[in-house]
């Protein structure tokens, strides 16, 4: 049962180019979200996907946008890219079972923005 | 949003055990309390999930009191590879949340 997928691993952008991280949920989980997080930080809740729709946003300007297929994959795209938005982009997948929920995390995508 | 306290960081040696208090004073009722642990450039791996009293899988327990505002995650005889950072998370209850990390406790285990 393969686990929570992310492309690319790493990626270097420059400021004010686009960027596109993808995710594949794990086997049977129908809702995806996503993270940022910098060094040192805790993860940052940027979004929730559930149903192709957005449920719920993290305090993240409109640069950040997403999309949930009927696969249950999901892209984050950040636009306008700033030398703050370098961190480590984590996407996390769950299903909730009477009520009760588990987020499980994938290994994430490295972004460096110079 | 349910706000979490955690110590920064911890020491142990090898083959003890850690016990890792997490404080929620603003827990709702519907929420859960989650716990991750994370190596450097890797995503979180969850551990234990638990809603009240006492929970235990294969690798660690958690205790929850009954007023639900701290839980304890306790990982049993650690070793060298348990050194990382550990994570609560508080507020995974079926869609209607933010979820909020802290920024976590850095447990090193000694030999």
């Known amino acids: 049962d393969a686990g929570v997928t992310q492309s690319p691993t790493h990626l270097i952008k420059t400021r004010g180019q686009q960027v596109t991280l993808r995710c594949s949920p794990k086997?049977?989980?129908?809702?995806v979200s996503w993270y940022q997080q910098a060094l040192g930080q805790g993860p940052q809740f940027i979004f929730q996907?559930?149903?192709?729709?957005?449920?719920q946003r993290g305090n993240f300007p409109d640069r950040f946008s997403g999309h949930q297929f009927p696969n249950y994959s999901s892209e984050l795209n950040v636009n306008a890219l700033l030398l703050g938005d370098s961190a480590l982009y984590l996407c996390?997948?769950?299903?909730?079972?009477?009520?009760?929920?588990?987020?499980?995390f994938g290994p994430g995508t490295r972004l460096l923005v110079l | 949003l349910a706000k979490t306290t955690q110590p920064i960081s911890m020491d142990s040696y090898e083959g003890q055990e850690v016990n890792i208090t997490c404080s929620h004073n603003?827990?709702?009722?519907?929420?859960?309390i989650t716990w991750y642990q994370q190596f450097p450039s890797q995503g979180p791996r969850f551990i234990i999930q638990?809603?009240?009293t006492k929970v235990t899988n294969e690798v660690a327990s958690l205790f929850i009191p009954a007023d639900r505002k701290s839980s304890t995650l306790s990982l049993p005889r650690v070793s060298l590879s348990d050194t990382a950072v550990y994570y609560c998370?508080?507020?995974?209850?079926?869609?209607?949340?933010?979820?909020?990390f802290g920024r976590g406790t850095s447990l090193i285990v000694h030999p």
């Open positions: 998370l508080v507020a995974l209850s079926g869609g209607s949340y933010i979820p909020t």
């Open positions: 996390a997948s769950s299903l909730v079972l009477a009520g009760e929920e588990t987020q499980y």
């Open positions: 996907y559930y149903e192709e729709e957005e449920r």
């Open positions: 603003n827990i709702a009722t519907n929420d859960y």
């Open positions: 086997s049977g989980h129908d809702t």
């Open positions: 638990g809603y009240k």
